[in-house]
């Protein structure tokens, strides 16, 4: 039988309040337990003595047996000293996703475009001005004003 020691939820909506206790491991959560060996009340400051309260005799005796605290159980046993708990490491727990990192790249390559598309409008309107600058300014010949026998005409058609 593997036993398990970990918390068991007790309290109402939304006040918690849990029990530390030693289990088989495939009794529910909140179900059958072997002995109570602690109590942690998170509503409680997290530097309040009450906050995490255990029998440490209970706790040493039931590892000794081989009882196997779950996460939230080690971190209490580390903070008092009963037993030391390794740091663990997940450098891929940040990485995003397949699909989020698709959507950067593509991200990226849009914005690239635009870019360039911009530096290229900027080339052309520095080349386009340059040429301005460079060539005599010539101006356009001005439409001639209908004369009055022109209007004459366009009225009797």
Same mark, same amino acid.
């Given at each position: 039988?593997?036993?398990?020691? =970990?918390?068991? =939820? +007790?309290? &109402? #909506?939304? =006040?918690?309040?849990?029990?530390?206790?030693?289990?088989?491991?495939?009794a529910?959560?909140? +179900?059958?337990?072997?002995?109570?060996?602690?109590?942690?009340?998170?509503?409680?400051?997290?530097? &309040?003595?009450? /906050?995490?309260?255990?029998n440490?005799?209970r706790? #040493?005796?039931?590892? &000794?047996?081989?009882?196997?605290? &779950?996460?939230?159980? %080690? =971190?209490?046993?580390?903070?008092?000293?009963? /037993?030391?708990?390794?740091?663990r490491?997940?450098?891929k $727990?940040?990485?995003p996703g397949?699909? *989020? $990192?698709?959507?950067?790249?593509? $991200?990226?390559? #849009?914005?690239?475009?635009?870019?360039?598309?911009?530096?290229? %409008?900027?080339e052309?309107?520095?080349? %386009? *001005?340059?040429?301005?600058?460079?060539?005599?300014?010539?101006?356009?010949?001005a439409?001639? %004003?209908p004369?009055?026998?022109?209007? +004459?005409?366009?009225?009797?058609?």
């Open positions: 039988m593997a036993i398990a020691m =970990r918390l068991s =939820r +007790g309290g &109402s #909506k939304k =006040r918690p309040y849990y029990r530390i206790v030693v289990a088989d491991q495939r529910p959560r909140d +179900g059958k337990y072997l002995e109570q060996v602690g109590s942690y009340n998170p509503l409680l400051a997290k530097d &309040s003595a009450e /906050r995490v309260q255990m440490e005799e706790v #040493k005796h039931w590892l &000794s047996v081989g009882a196997q605290p &779950s996460d939230r159980v %080690a =971190r209490f046993l580390d903070a008092a000293g009963v /037993r030391e708990r390794a740091a490491n997940n450098p $727990k940040g990485e397949e699909n *989020a $990192k698709e959507r950067a790249e593509e $991200k990226a390559a #849009k914005l690239a475009e635009a870019e360039e598309a911009k530096k290229a %409008a900027e052309e309107a520095k080349t %386009a *001005a340059a040429a301005a600058a460079e060539a005599p300014a010539e101006e356009a010949p439409e001639e %004003a004369t009055a026998e022109a209007e +004459g005409e366009e009225k009797a058609e």
